[in-house]
């Protein structure tokens, strides 16, 4: 089994950034892909960012340039750097990881993020 703990949520100001952190625990192997996805009230769960097991990156097109996702070094760990944060980007955002063939993915419990001021 995998674990997936999120961190670094909160309320801030259009403009401003935050750092998500996601740490994974259990049953990983050396090859997985790790990312977030959010969810906004009454939206479906979408892609904001991976990284894959071989270093690339995925962006949605309305992060691309003010997200950056990034792996720690034991690719235990996920990070995704949010700035010049917009009230759209307010949602609840999960972590996902997805190892094996066929792939099983994983999710963690969510972190609010709110924007506004």
């Known amino acids: 089994q995998v674990q997936l703990v999120e961190s670094g949520g909160g309320l801030v100001q259009p403009g401003g950034s935050l750092r998500l952190s996601c740490s994974a625990s259990g049953t990983i192997f050396s090859a997985n892909g790790m990312g977030w996805y959010h969810q906004a009230p009454g939206k479906q769960r979408e892609l904001v960012a991976f990284v894959n097991s071989d270093g690339s990156t995925i962006y949605a097109d309305s992060v691309k340039g003010r997200f950056t996702i990034s792996r720690g070094n034991n690719k235990y760990t996920v990070y995704l750097q949010m700035n010049s944060l917009k009230p759209d980007d307010t949602a609840i955002y999960y972590c996902?990881?997805?190892?094996?063939?066929?792939?099983?993915?994983?999710w963690g419990q969510g972190t609010q993020v709110a924007v506004s001021s």
């Open positions: 996902n990881l997805r190892q094996g063939l066929p792939w099983t993915q994983y």
